[in-house]
C-alpha cells in the first residue's frame, strides 16, 4: 500500500485547508484510514480516523469540531477538511492506512497503522 498526501501549505489564523491522500490497493475500502501530525520539537499525535466499514470517525480533542476526515472510496481517497486553522496546528501532516482491523490497537496508537504516506507540511501564521 502506498499512501500519497498533498493540500499543505502556507496559510493565516482561521483559514482553512483540506489534505488529500490517495491510497494504492484494490481493497482500499476495506481500510480503515487516519491523520497524524508533529509539529517541530514535539512527539508525533492522532489526528484523526475513519473506520472502512461504516464510516465511524474520531477525532483528537484540539480538532474535534474544527476538522472533519472522511473518504471517497471510489477514488481510494481519504481527505482532512481542516477549519478555523490555529498556529498549533502547524506539522508536518501525515496519512496513514490500518489493514488488518487494527488488532486491538486503539485508534490513538501509532502501532496500529501499518502504512504511511510520506507527509504534508501545514504551516498556519497569526
Known amino acids: 500500500v502506498q499512501l500519497q498526501a498533498s493540500g499543505g501549505g502556507l496559510v493565516q489564523a482561521g483559514d482553512s485547508l483540506r489534505l488529500s491522500c490517495v491510497a494504492s490497493?484494490?481493497?482500499?475500502?476495506?481500510?480503515?484510514m487516519g491523520w497524524f501530525r508533529q509539529a517541530p520539537g514535539k512527539e508525533r499525535e492522532f489526528v484523526a480516523a475513519?473506520?472502512?466499514?461504516?464510516?465511524?470517525?474520531t477525532y483528537q480533542d484540539s480538532v474535534n469540531g474544527r476538522f472533519t476526515v472522511s473518504r471517497d472510496n471510489a477514488k481510494n481517497t481519504v481527505y482532512l477538511q481542516m477549519n478555523s486553522l490555529k498556529p498549533e496546528d502547524t506539522a508536518v501532516y501525515y496519512c496513514?492506512?490500518?489493514?488488518?482491523?487494527?488488532?486491538?490497537?486503539?485508534?490513538?496508537?501509532?502501532?496500529?497503522?501499518?502504512?504511511w504516506g510520506q507527509g504534508t507540511q501545514v504551516t498556519v501564521s497569526s
Open positions: 496513514v492506512a490500518d489493514v488488518n482491523g487494527g488488532r486491538g490497537s486503539s485508534w490513538y496508537a501509532e502501532r496500529r497503522y501499518e502504512y
Open positions: 490497493g484494490r481493497t482500499f475500502r476495506n481500510y480503515n
Open positions: 475513519i473506520r472502512w466499514s461504516d464510516a465511524f470517525t
